[in-house]
């Protein structure tokens, strides 16, 4: 009886630190089946993975407005099961974000790890309604730098929301190896620079802004997001200014809009670029036409068609697509 009076004791007291701690596992797979064109080839039939993911998430309660927090989160291909790594080693299972935080909500939190980029949430990411500017949909014409090296050995801090204004400073470490042949062609280092990355973001009732600055050696983009809400209509756009020493800079510019009825929605973007920076000596468009019905909260079924025009001459760089596919969140 003492032993079982002992136990009762210990999960009396263990039981309010067990409900102060959550752990969720979350995901999301996101297929299309689609037509596509590249450039002078002739079309083909292809089944496209559209950022598919799966994540752990959980957060304790340490007392006096402290948490403590982490993510975990694995891309893979929906159609072939392989992991998809966004230019990081084949060896790399949580591609998307590995990373441990603490803050309180009053001061605004510290986060160390992997993760993308803040300064593209807060400006391309955020108008690409559609389809969370993912697969062949995606803005093509947005200056991400090197987007591997931009993603890990991060230090970070996460402001508190203050009317309406949330801030993130986050810094990459380089760590003195060596660059890739891709990182090099971006930042023109023999070693993967110190990276800087500042995300300024605005909600206040329909009014949405948003500010992105990224450093990656001599490679630096700065952009402005805007996004307003006015009933069943949702429209925005961003601009970008790339700039890469030694070459001409390149101006980026896309707009964006939505139409809610009911369970339905319809969207259309078209975005543009001159020439200079990582894209080359000439310019491209890129706009999107899609469809989306939402069967649910977590699930809907959509269609669209994307076309990029690369003014390069012989079509080289021009994509074409038309899609249906299926997207569910769990």
Known sequence: MKKIALVAALAAVAAPAFAQSSVTLWGRINTTVESQKEGNQDRKAVLQNNSSRLGLKGTEDLGGGLKASFALEHGFNSDTGTVQTFGAPASTFWSRASYVELGTADTGSIRLGKWFPGSYFATADYVSMHNHDTGTSSDALYAFGNFASATQNKVAYFSPTISGFQVELAVSAGEGTAAT??????????????????????????????????????????????????????????????????????????????????????????????????????????????????????????GFYTAIDNKAPGKVGDFSSLAAGIRHNF
């Open 181 to 302: 042949a891709a990182e090099r062609a971006v930042h023109q280092r023999a070693v993967t620079p110190r990276i800087i990355d500042v995300a300024v973001n605005y909600d206040q009732g329909p009014l949405h802004g948003g500010f992105g600055y990224q450093k990656q050696g001599d490679f630096s983009q700065y952009a402005l997001r805007g996004l307003y809400e006015m009933g069943p209509f949702v429209f925005g756009g961003y601009a970008q200014r790339e700039e890469v020493t030694g070459r001409k800079s390149r101006d980026i510019g896309r707009i964006s809009a939505m139409y809610v009825v009911g369970a339905q929605e319809f969207h259309i973007n078209v975005g543009g670029t001159k020439s200079g920076g990582t894209f080359g000596n000439t310019g491209a468009s890129q706009y999107t036409l899609g469809y989306n019905y939402n069967l649910s909260k977590r699930t809907k079924i959509y």
